[in-house]
């Protein structure tokens, strides 16, 4: 068999025998198989040891393979030392490289530092630095001197050691058993086996070296017997007692070298604010530091106001406080705040809105409304109190109209020196009964207002616990926990820990809260503090005191060790929610911008597609624009001539006169007897009218007359073809608005009553034309009247029989009754042309007897009823014909001739002076129009628009369409895009 194997090697075939040795009675090899394999694998099976190799030398023969595995054990030794030492070289190399690197990176940027020569000039003096360094190296060498005085028993060294030689002796004992069964089974040699050995008690010796006492001495103590348990947990108690004096000092220490940093901190304030107030004298970074929250801040408020659309939501982060009511949210804001800037109230609910509050780090301790330029100076108590005033205030004006609670954000900045730089907004408290005193649903809104907030995927939600009730009583926890499941934004806070360590029987129980065990809910971090002491007048300084105080004596937070120290305290709280909220900030804000950049495009492509030659107008810019034309409109009226003011104000003011001139004035003169009794009927009822109704009709008159006349140079602009009908409704609120507030000169009124009756005094017509123009007037006004009269009886009698046959339509049956009775009273008129203006009782009667002849039953109200009408017809005919008889008679009326058997031209003389009453009124009211009313009616225009350019409510309600809705949002989403990269690219430089 080996010959054929020499043979196919000569061939150049290749061949990786598997060799399977199978021992006989004298423990040597019995078969050898070969298989065409890419390794070599001997196997020895003996007493259960199993052990593969691969050979590294080809030439080994076959005959004796335990030489073979001899030596190939040696030279794999070798190779894992030697890969040992290779990296050891490598890391050491690396190192040396590394350090070279760093050295010339740092030289590099130290180079490239702008000249700092003027901190020199800022910052303390060598000698209380050197102060500094000495009061740290006092408290590092005593903690050092600590530690030394902390022996461990020298036995438990001797233990250790004790334990290695046990160990060696034990390798030793089963190397000689694996080397005696490998000599009986293989014939196989020591040599490798000890080589391999050899690394294995260097690794030993190795560990050895480095393990600590301690630790071997808990080896050691693991590993011996029952009879020396009892020593050992003596010696155990010994040492933990050791330890705990130990911490105790170390906690001494730790509050010591804190109180020296809070001292150095105070020292270093007034320096802080006057690096902030150097402007641009080197201090670029901190002043993007400053500046960087104002502008996320920014970005937020637009947000709010950002009416939703196109599937982009506002998903930028902020810290979304949210708690019980009462729990202590308003007092964690204010003291990450650093001032009480919050009303307060006894067990009511205070915060009625959203109030969304921007720490940011400046000079002085300052508060600012985001609508208001007035700052409030924390420092004073006097401004704290007006603040707090401020916010009560805005809250109450909020919620109007019977609400409880309100969406309506609230907005105010918080500068201060110190302050972590984050954008808080404190929510209305979850309740769990909603009042009498609240409007219904209050509870649901609360909630669902604190689900909306919360539902931003990148809000950070500082869950708010009171700490002294049952932690079953709480609410907002499982909210939390539905809106944040896995807790990867939620700051877990548990307030009033002091009241809680007063009345809490079962301390383990707060650890639990503080664990994340209790709470069916997940966070990334959980906190402990203290907030107040119950006094609502104590200072932010007073409660930070007594906190600090608080955890460095209470047994459940230090000496018990239920909590750590980074887990208490505001200052670990604010500091913690600073750095995951820009963490968050980070990740987000540009995945945000570009949402807004694909809105913005969205939009700009549905305005060209819509609107292609306009200009992208919001409403304030439509609103401006709108101003202007209305104030061109006015200017215009200056354009009116006199003639065209004056016969405006005659026809309005005739159309306004008209009816009392006849029913209370011509009418009732008419019916009498004599020309003087007519005279002096109409002489008195003039100087009444002119005494009371008339200066009053006529300023209303004027008043109209200016509205219409305006309102027709609106109608006129709207045929420009360059109106825009957009503005319409606009004008037309402004215009309403202004006329109900316009008042005429009160000296107007009575002006105008001594024209009017000096001017109704005069009875004489002076001239052929006055009397011509009276006589026209006379003509015109009685035919208007006529044409009244007749329309009113034709549809008291109904159609005629031709405009039955005509027009296809029937009198009903009352129509026919007065068509009846006015072909009877008819009748009476034409017997007696000069009828008084009433039937008598005996005409009546007979006028009734005679339409029961004919089938008309009728009473005597239903005969006065038909009879006005048909009376007031026949006397305006009569009018009109003495009218028409009156033409010529101005010689006669000159000469004094006319009399009642000739003609009566009374009714003429009565309405010529009507006519130049009105004449006289009208060109007295031009006049006060052109020279005063005008002005003031484009003052009170200018107040009005004025009133409106700061009513967004109003512009919204005469403003609208999908153009403007479409450009108010194309504004909002580039400002909102604009804003975004501008803090982005800050963001970018401060890192």
């Keep these: 068999m080996i010959s054929t194997v020499n043979k196919l090697k000569k061939t150049g075939m290749v061949l990786r025998p598997m060799v399977s040795f199978s021992a006989g009675a004298s423990g040597a090899p019995t078969m050898v198989k070969y298989r065409n394999y890419q390794t070599l694998t001997v196997n020895y099976r003996h007493r259960g040891i199993l052990s593969r190799y691969s050979p590294l030398n080809r030439s080994v023969p076959f005959k004796n393979p335990a030489l073979h595995q001899t030596r190939n054990i040696g030279f794999l030794v070798g190779r894992i030392l030697k890969g040992v030492l290779k990296i050891r070289y490598l890391l050491i190399g690396g190192a040396v490289g590394g350090g070279i690197s760093l050295q010339r990176s740092y030289e590099e940027w130290r180079n490239s530092l702008p000249d700092s020569e003027w901190l020199k000039d800022l910052f303390p003096s060598s000698e209380k630095v050197d102060s500094f360094r000495g009061s740290l190296m006092e408290l590092s060498s005593k903690f050092r001197d600590s530690l030394e005085n902390l022996d461990i028993d020298p036995r438990l060294k001797v233990f250790g050691d004790r334990k290695i030689s046990e160990l060696r002796a034990w390798f030793d004992s089963r190397l000689e058993d694996a080397i005696q069964a490998a000599e009986e089974e293989g014939k196989v040699t020591a040599q490798g086996i000890n080589s391999g050995l050899k690394l294995f008690y260097l690794a030993v010796d190795s560990v050895s070296d480095v393990i600590p006492p301690v630790v071997k001495a808990e080896a050691f103590v693991t590993a011996t017997g029952a009879e020396k348990h009892e020593e050992e947990r003596k010696k155990t108690e010994n040492m933990q007692q050791k330890i705990d004096k130990m911490q105790e000092e170390l906690m001494k220490v730790q509050l010591k070298y804190q109180k020296e940093l809070e001292k150095l901190e105070r020292d270093n304030k007034e320096l802080r604010k006057q690096l902030l107030l150097r402007g641009n004298s080197g201090s670029a970074n901190r002043k993007i530091k400053k500046s960087l929250i ?69 000079p002085y301790h300052i508060a600012q409304f985001k609508d208001s330029s007035r700052e409030f100076d924390l420092s004073k108590e006097s401004d704290l109190s007006d603040l707090r005033k401020e916010v009560e205030l805005r809250m109450l004006n909020s919620v109007k109209h019977g609400k409880t609670v309100s969406s309506e954000v609230i907005s105010m900045t918080v500068k201060g020196p110190g302050l972590q730089r984050m954008v808080l907004v404190d929510l209305p408290g979850i309740i769990s009964t909603q009042t009498t005193e609240m409007e219904s649903g209050t509870r649901e809104a609360i909630r669902q207002m604190t689900q909306t907030y919360m539902s931003n995927p990148n809000a950070i939600i500082l869950c708010i616990q009171d700490g002294a009730v049952d932690a079953e009583r709480s609410n907002v926890t499982d909210l939390v926990a539905q809106m944040d499941p896995q807790g990867k934004r939620t700051i877990f806070v548990l307030t009033k820990v002091d009241l809680a360590e007063e009345n809490l029987t079962k301390p383990d129980r707060i650890r639990k809260i503080l664990s994340g065990k209790l709470f069916p809910m997940r966070a990334l971090g959980y906190f402990a503090v203290v907030t107040g002491r119950g006094n609502k007048d104590d200072s932010i300084a007073t409660i930070k005191q007594y906190e600090e105080h608080f955890f460095s004596t209470s047994k459940l937070f230090n000496r018990e060790g239920l909590v750590p120290s980074t887990q208490v ?95 209370n004035l011509y009418l009732p003169a008419a019916q009498s007897d004599t020309s003087g009794s007519f005279n002096t009927k109409i002489d008195i009822r003039l100087k009444q009218w002119a005494d009371q109704q008339l200066p009053r009709k006529s300023v209303e008159c004027a008043w109209e007359t200016l509205k219409e006349e305006f309102g027709r140079l609106v109608e006129k602009a709207k045929l420009s073809k360059d109106h825009d009908n957009i503005f319409d409704q606009l004008k037309a609120a402004v215009v309403d608005e202004s006329m109900r507030k316009h008042q005429w000169e009160d000296k107007a009124a009575e002006v105008l009553r001594v024209i ?18 009276a006589v026209q007037f006379v003509e015109r006004s009685v035919i208007e009247k006529l044409e009244v009269t007749e329309a009113n009886l034709n549809n008291l009698v109904g159609p005629s029989r031709t405009q039955q046959w005509l027009r296809w339509t029937n009198a009903t049956p009352e129509q026919k009754q007065h068509a009846s009775v006015k072909n009877e009273l008819e009748r009476l008129l034409f017997a007696e042309r000069n009828h008084p203006p009433t039937l008598s009782y005996e005409e009546l009667t007979a006028a009734r007897r005679n339409l029961q002849t004919n089938g008309v039953d009728v009473d005597n109200e239903f005969i006065r009823q038909t009879w006005h009408h048909v009376y007031r017809r026949h006397f305006l005919r009569k009018s009109l014909s003495r009218a028409y008889e009156c033409r010529k008679g101005f010689w006669m009326y000159h000469q004094g001739l006319e009399n009642e058997q000739v003609v009566d031209c009374n009714d003429v003389v009565l309405f010529w002076r009507i006519q130049q009453m009105l004449k006289v009124t009208a060109n007295a009211l031009r006049q006060q129009i052109m020279n005063r009313e005008a002005r003031r009616f484009e003052k009170e225009i200018k107040e009005v628009l004025e009133v409106y350019s700061q009513d967004r409510d109003k512009k919204e309600q005469l403003l609208t369409g999908r153009r403007v809705q479409l450009a108010e949002e194309l504004k909002r989403v580039r400002q909102i895009q604009e804003k975004l990269e501008e803090f982005i690219k800050s963001l970018n430089a401060e890192k």
């Design 569 to 663: 305290t505001t200052k670990n709280l604010s500091l913690a929610v600073s750095e995951c909220f820009w963490k968050m900030v980070r990740e987000t804000v540009e995945q945000q911008a570009d949402a807004f950049k694909a809105t913005r495009f969205n939009l700009e492509t549905e305005w060209k597609n819509n609107f292609p030659r306009l200009r992208e107008l919001d409403r304030n810019e439509l609103f401006e624009k709108a101003r202007g034309e209305i104030l061109d409109e006015v200017v215009n009226l200056s354009l009116v001539s006199p003639k065209e003011w004056e016969e405006a104000l005659m026809k309005k003011l005739w159309e306004k006169v008209a009816t009392y001139v006849f029913e």
């Design 756 to 773: 009017q009756l000096n001017t109704l005094e005069d009875r004489s017509v002076h001239d052929k034309q006055q009397w011509d123009s």
């Design 294 to 362: 104002d502008m996320y801040s920014e970005v937020l408020d637009e947000l709010c106001d950002y009416d939703v659309g196109y599937s982009t939501h506002d998903h930028l982060p902020r810290v979304v406080v949210v708690g019980d009511q009462s729990s202590g949210k308003t007092s964690v804001l204010e003291m990450i705040a650093q001032a009480r800037i919050f009303p307060r109230g006894a067990g009511e609910m205070m915060t009625r809105a959203p109030v969304k509050v921007t720490l940011s780090e400046g």
